[in-house]
């Protein structure tokens, strides 16, 4: 029988050129043999809601074409079920899906992999009520995200950079507590990352050994930097090499627990709320197409 793919779009992904862009894809993946029931909610609870309900009808393949927010999304429906997940990256940010080892620029090829059906069992985390797959953040980060969220202008990336500039303005170290599998660190930070993949934000290897299937959490803490510091650290994180600051500490973990004033925490690009918040691995929780 030809395998049922549901197939879960984000019509906001690439500024509304994903709907466009997903057409040759949904003719590829229909030439493969595949039948295709294409999912468009109206909003992001309407997109889960009708995730939810086509997993609860078992497709062959949950199979999300969009960027890491839409995954995140799609990882909700499907973690802790057999029904696999499927990845097509059609967004700004394809972080989850380069760790999987994912064609990131080309769809179609992408599609191919999606036809294979090949299931490869991986790691998911909750972080609270939610799943997640790639990346916690908190701190500097996650504020300049905050900032960007309420800004109505520029549009696209050109907000997160001036909402950038606005947060080194006033941004000041974070006093965090954090549980690592029991044990207690207090310490002031810039901000703090729990990975179970390696990047988050378009390339940001802020986890660089973080692997999706090793049972484990990695967690990077940049500790208290004057802002000049910070500056001429963080763009480190584009190659993984931010992690040999003596300032910054990493460790592997289970479950971590992390408690900071007035901080929010996004996962996987998406706000999850103020923290305190606690994060546990799932081993396994997690089939993907690979």
């Known amino acids: 029988m030809p395998p049922h793919l549901a197939l879960l779009v984000n019509p906001s992904a690439r500024n509304g050129s994903a709907l466009r862009r997903m057409e040759p894809v949904v003719r590829r993946l229909r030439s493969g043999g595949a039948d295709v029931t294409v999912i468009v909610g109206a909003d992001a609870a309407d997109a889960l809601a009708r995730a939810c309900t086509a997993v609860a009808e078992r497709p062959d393949a949950l199979v999300a074409f969009g960027g890491d927010g839409l995954v995140h999304l799609a990882v909700q429906a499907v973690a802790g079920t057999d029904v696999p997940l499927g990845v097509i990256p059609a967004g700004t940010g394809n972080d989850i899906a380069a760790a999987l080892g994912l064609p990131c620029r080309d769809p179609l090829a992408a599609a191919e992999v999606v036809l294979g059906m090949r299931p490869r069992?991986?790691?998911?985390?909750?972080?609270?009520?939610?799943?997640?797959?790639?990346?916690?953040?908190?701190?500097?980060?996650?504020?300049?995200?905050?900032?960007?969220?309420?800004?109505?202008?520029?549009?696209?990336?050109?907000?997160?950079?001036?909402?950038?500039?606005?947060?080194?303005?006033?941004?000041?170290?974070?006093?965090?507590?954090?549980?690592?599998?029991?044990?207690?660190?207090?310490?002031?930070?810039?901000?703090?990352?729990?990975?179970?993949?390696?990047?988050?934000?378009?390339?940001?290897?802020?986890?660089?050994?973080?692997?999706?299937?090793?049972?484990?959490?990695?967690?990077?803490v940049l500790g208290a930097v004057p802002t000049g510091q910070f500056l001429r650290t963080f763009p480190r994180v584009y190659r993984g090499t931010h992690v040999t600051h003596p300032r910054v500490m990493t460790r592997r973990v289970r479950s971590v627990r992390l408690e900071a004033p007035d901080v929010v925490a996004y996962a996987d690009g998406e706000r999850l709320g103020p923290l305190p918040l606690s994060c546990e691995v799932v081993p396994g929780a997690l089939t993907v197409l690979n």
């Open 121 to 220: 069992v991986v790691d998911a985390a909750r972080a609270g009520q939610e799943w997640f797959a790639g990346v916690v953040c908190c701190g500097f980060d996650s504020r300049v995200n905050e900032r960007a969220n309420r800004l109505a202008w520029p549009r696209g990336t050109a907000k997160y950079l001036v909402a950038l500039a606005q947060e080194l303005r006033s941004f000041r170290p974070v006093p965090f507590r954090l549980t690592l599998d029991g044990e207690v660190v207090e310490q002031e930070a810039m901000l703090v990352a729990v990975g179970n993949t390696r990047s988050y934000g378009a390339g940001m290897r802020i986890c660089p050994g973080a692997r999706p299937d090793d049972g484990l959490l990695d967690v990077t």
